[in-house]
């Protein structure tokens, strides 16, 4: 089993940034991909970012291209997700995700990922 433990989340001003950060532990090994959803208020969760955890491989939604960053400690099995020029559209619930199989397309769905953190609110005020 890996737990995902998400921190960082918090209320910025639109135009602001936070970084958010994702830690995982127990069979960590397992791992080939990690990444971000988000959930708004009243939306269905939708997919963010991923990336590849042997490769660096990245992978973005068209919504935060250019805005957000993902990265990886593979030492510290953290993986983080730096969002610049936040917007109010922004405001969600932000979930890790994790998966012992390779980036595919099932990430943009979100569909069939093992691990599941529990979420760190972003608010982001206009």
């Known amino acids: 089993q890996v737990q995902l433990v998400e921190s960082g989340g918090g209320l910025v001003q639109a135009g602001g940034s936070l970084r958010l950060s994702c830690a995982a532990s127990g069979r960590t090994f397992n791992i080939h991909a990690m990444g971000w959803f988000r959930q708004a208020p009243g939306k269905e969760r939708e997919f963010v970012t991923a990336?590849?955890?042997?490769?660096?491989?990245?992978f973005y939604a068209d919504s935060v291209k250019g805005r957000f960053t993902i990265s990886r400690d593979n030492a510290k099995n953290t993986v983080y997700l730096q969002m610049n020029s936040l917007k109010p559209e922004d405001t969600a619930v932000y979930y890790c995700?994790?998966?012992?199989?390779?980036?595919?397309?099932?990430?943009?769905?979100?569909?069939?990922?093992?691990?599941w953190g529990k979420g760190t609110l972003v608010t982001v005020s206009s």
């Open positions: 995700a994790a998966d012992q199989r390779q980036f595919n397309n099932n990430w943009y769905r979100g569909y069939g990922l093992e691990y």
């Open positions: 990336i590849s955890w042997s490769g660096g491989h990245t």
